[in-house]
């Protein structure tokens, strides 16, 4: 196997070890996949402004979640259908994210069941939830995540409809018969239609509901006591509903770029302009996480220092499990640990408190003060 120094090192090899259909389908995005590039090059845009002469001998990447202790503030994201990638599936995330010391999320897309993960898989565990038309389904889906022991549902909010990705219609994406979408077997919906464009657009369209709403989050912290994150809101006026809804978190996610293009960078939704996600939130002490775009370990500094609590990564994990199953994912959370660990180091911060706003200067940074 080649060198691995990276996490994108593990896309490269994926993309030579996968079927196209199948890099295509975790590799790309909606459209003209404008939002998918910018999610990675809007870091470029983020720089340093280290302190020195500060006593980092030892780093303290420890952080609470939800009252979890996590070794560090990188967490798996939901991501469908592991087994595209390799046979263990999502079995192999969760076992690589607890030996890391860190959360997993399982999708409601999941090749694994839920279940299955919780008894093979020690650990934290989230549960991604879609939320369906027939909300028997949803009922039962969070019941079985509370009885296999998952501590939080995140609520995917952006996905009313699947976004257009191009490269899945030309694909005729489908699923190979020995993967299944292990969540809803017993339910009738575990077999995509396979006679369309994309298997996956058709199945997504007849069964996500479009009509969800803010009173359905309202709706699912009756029917469940684990705390309820919201995955998908870009914008201070969603979250501060978000906020007066009582939802427990807010992950800023834009899905990876995979459903409506143009967004702007979840980076960049933190705190610019209109979209001051984290001012929003932090008045009432709900945490903000970041999902989208994370390739090294100066991406997590850059997103803490703007006031994420932490973030979540998604296709590199997908693409380490490609290359080299349980083994290759557990690499990829080293590499950015050890990425984050000496960028603390070199900016002067042993703990992940002295990660502060101070520590980076943005484009916005740079205007104001070329206006002094």
């Known amino acids: 196997m080649a060198l691995i120094t990276n996490v994108s090192?593990?896309?490269?090899?994926?993309?030579?070890?996968?079927?196209?259909?199948?890099?295509?389908?975790?590799?790309?995005?909606?459209?003209?996949?404008?939002?998918?590039?910018?999610?990675?090059?809007?870091?470029?845009?983020?720089?340093?402004?280290?302190?020195?002469?500060?006593?980092?001998?030892?780093?303290?990447?420890?952080?609470?979640?939800?009252?979890?202790?996590?070794?560090?503030?990188?967490?798996?994201?939901?991501?469908?259908?592991?087994?595209?990638?390799?046979?263990?599936?999502?079995?192999?995330?969760?076992?690589?994210?607890?030996?890391?010391?860190?959360?997993?999320?399982?999708?409601?897309?999941?090749?694994?069941?839920?279940?299955?993960?919780?008894?093979?898989?020690?650990?934290?565990?989230?549960?991604?939830?879609?939320?369906?038309?027939?909300?028997?389904?949803?009922?039962?889906?969070?019941?079985?995540?509370?009885?296999?022991?998952?501590?939080?549902?995140?609520?995917?909010?952006?996905?009313?409809?699947?976004?257009?990705?191009?490269?899945?219609?030309?694909?005729?994406?489908?699923?190979?018969?020995?993967?299944?979408?292990?969540?809803?077997?017993?339910?009738?919906?575990?077999?995509?239609?396979?006679?369309?464009?994309s298997g996956l657009a058709a199945y997504a369209t007849s069964q996500i509901d479009s009509s969800l709403s803010w009173k359905d989050i309202k709706w699912l912290q009756t029917i469940t006591g684990l705390p309820i994150l919201v995955k998908g809101v870009i914008t201070a006026e969603d979250a501060r509903i978000a906020i007066e809804c009582g939802v427990a978190g807010i992950i800023v996610s834009n899905h990876g770029g995979r459903q409506l293009d143009y967004?702007?960078?979840?980076?960049?939704?933190?705190?610019?302009?209109?979209?001051?996600?984290?001012?929003?939130?932090?008045?009432?002490?709900?945490?903000?996480?970041?999902?989208?775009g994370i390739r090294r370990g100066t991406d997590v500094f850059k997103a803490l220092a703007l006031g994420a609590s932490g973030v979540f990564i998604g296709r590199p994990v997908l693409f380490a499990l490609a290359v080299d199953g349980r083994a290759g994912v557990r690499n990829a959370l080293r590499m950015l640990r050890d990425e984050l660990e000496i960028t603390m180091a070199l900016s002067g911060c042993a703990s992940l408190k002295d990660i502060t706003r101070d520590r980076v200067i943005t484009e916005r940074d740079m205007i104001r003060r070329s206006r002094i």
């Open 263 to 292: 967004l702007p960078a979840t980076i960049s939704c933190l705190e610019e302009g209109k979209l001051q996600v984290v001012r929003e939130a932090k008045g009432r002490r709900v945490p903000v996480f970041l999902d989208g």
């Open 9 to 197: 090192d593990y896309e490269e090899l994926a993309k030579q070890k996968l079927p196209k259909m199948v890099y295509d389908f975790y590799a790309g995005g909606a459209e003209d996949q404008w939002t998918l590039k910018e999610n990675k090059e809007a870091f470029s845009k983020i720089l340093f402004r280290p302190r020195v002469l500060i006593d980092v001998s030892h780093i303290d990447m420890s952080t609470s979640i939800l009252g979890y202790k996590i070794s560090m503030p990188i967490m798996v994201a939901p991501t469908a259908l592991h087994k595209l990638a390799h046979q263990e599936g999502e079995v192999a995330s969760a076992q690589a994210a607890a030996a890391a010391g860190t959360i997993m999320t399982l999708s409601s897309w999941s090749s694994c069941s839920i279940e299955e993960v919780s008894s093979i898989a020690p650990g934290l565990r989230f549960f991604q939830l879609s939320v369906f038309k027939d909300r028997d389904i949803v009922q039962q889906l969070v019941r079985r995540a509370e009885n296999a022991g998952y501590k939080a549902i995140a609520v995917t909010v952006d996905a009313p409809r699947l976004g257009r990705r191009e490269a899945d219609v030309r694909n005729r994406f489908r699923l190979p018969e020995n993967v299944v979408l292990k969540c809803f077997e017993g339910l009738d919906l575990s077999k995509m239609d396979k006679t369309k464009g």
